[in-house]
């Protein structure tokens, strides 16, 4: 319900170590469960379980009725992408749009100019992408700012 709200899509892949109890997540829910996560609506519990079957105590419902509400609410769950965790958000069935842009990671997955990951017909999402970007775009930089930041990207 609340992903749907938010129009969320999960990048869970570079979130596996970050819920212990991951295996045991319903299938059907896990992407809506890695979604909360990945927007900060939910940080789990200190020793990094989720707990699914636990129901949620009224301060921690209404925590998240306030962080859907209100993004600067919401907890810093900042990312971190290397290439292989970045290559996975190419837009592709369903999944999120995610570019790196000079050590940033954006989500593009509400820019129709990026729909299905592909921009131009030609470029692809799940990438860093700075060089193109600067050298090779006719707008530079400043589109950057019609999206969100959703993490960090290193090489390695
Ligand atoms: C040859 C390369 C490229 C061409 C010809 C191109 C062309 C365009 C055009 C014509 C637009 C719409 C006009 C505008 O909003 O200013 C646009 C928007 C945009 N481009 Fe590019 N672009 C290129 C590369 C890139 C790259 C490498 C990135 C990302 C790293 C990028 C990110 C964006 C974004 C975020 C928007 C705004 C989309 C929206 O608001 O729906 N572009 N681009």
Known sequence: MITRSIGASPYSMARKTDIVDADGLDQSLKMAIYSVY???????????TFKQDQQATRAEAATMTVRT????????????????????????????????????????????????????????????LTKEIMEDSPHGLYVLSRAEIVGTYVEE
């Open 69 to 128: 509400i209100d993004p600067e609410k919401r907890s810093d769950n900042p990312r971190t992408f290397n290439k292989d965790s970045l290559a996975y958000f190419d837009g592709t069935a369903g999944k999120a749009v995610l570019v790196a842009v000079s050590g940033q990671v954006y989500d593009f997955s509400n820019l129709d100019k990026w729909s299905g990951g592909t921009h131009m017909n030609t470029i692809k999402a799940g990438q860093d």
């Open 38 to 48: 990945d927007y900060g609506i939910v940080s789990g519990y200190a020793d990094k």
